[in-house]
């Protein structure tokens, strides 16, 4: 676990994300979190994190997590990010690596349920159970074949197992606010100077206004009933 790969891809002068601490004393406290970042990039995609090691392991799920335990999410692996980038809502600027707009769609704890990490990572099945605001329960990521040879074992699957937290809930379109400010992605944007128009891409389409629906009158309730 290292986060080389990590600052070499960025800019820290010009990019708010952070650099990383130099190394976090391991082990200091058994709490392991996990945060889940919805992305809006180049493509629309959930940064799925989970701390081990004094890092946060990554993959980027490009079409979010799913509650449905019949449904397999692909969860490409990336970089280690450092353990403050959990916390990190706002702008990458454009031209920076990843520039676009970013939102803590959810976090909390999560408890391995492998007595391991290391070795289900190596062995490319990790089952845990998460404990955020809108993700819990258990899950499994498991390593796959993967399509091509451009990320030879950077391809997993990021599914849910059956529980009493499975459901067929469109989680992502259902709750598509931060967990940690309530914020929209195009507010995010607004917020902190990025592209607005291409932020509001990320988030669900606002609904037509409602028909109004007329007030009854009490004396005539019967009427309007009949
Ligand atoms: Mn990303």
Redesign the pocket.
């Known amino acids: 676990m290292s986060l080389e790969k990590y600052r070499q891809k960025r800019n820290f002068l010009i990019s708010p994300e952070p650099h990383g601490a130099a190394q976090v004393a391991s082990a200091r406290k058994q709490r392991l979190r996990f945060v889940v970042?919805k992305?809006r990039?180049t493509q629309l995609?959930?940064?799925f994190r989970l701390e081990f090691s004094g890092v946060l392991l990554?993959w980027?799920v490009p079409k979010g997590p799913c509650l449905d335990p019949s449904v397999k999410r692909l969860a490409m692996q990336?970089e280690d990010h450092p353990l403050e980038y959990g916390g990190f809502e706002g702008v990458i600027p454009e031209g920076e690596y990843?520039a676009?707009t970013?939102m803590v769609w959810d976090c909390g704890d999560w408890v391995p349920e492998v007595d391991d990490v290391g070795e289900a990572l190596e062995k490319g099945d990790l089952k845990f159970t998460l404990y955020g605001k809108k993700l819990r329960g258990s899950w499994v990521l498991v390593r796959t074949r993967g399509w091509g040879s451009s990320a030879p074992g950077k391809s997993w699957l990021l599914i849910k197992h059956r529980d009493k937290y499975a459901s067929t809930i469109d989680i992502v379109t259902q709750k598509p606010r931060s967990a940690i400010s309530r914020r929209l992605l195009a507010q995010i944007a607004r917020d902190n100077g990025g592209d607005v128009a291409k932020a509001a891409t990320g988030d669900p389409p606002k609904l037509p206004p409602q028909p109004r629906i007329k007030a009854v009158h009490p004396l005539n309730e019967k009427k309007t009933k009949s």
Do not use: E, M, P
Request: aromatic residues 8%.
């Open positions: 970042q992305h990039a995609h959930y940064d990554s980027a990336v990843g676009g970013v």
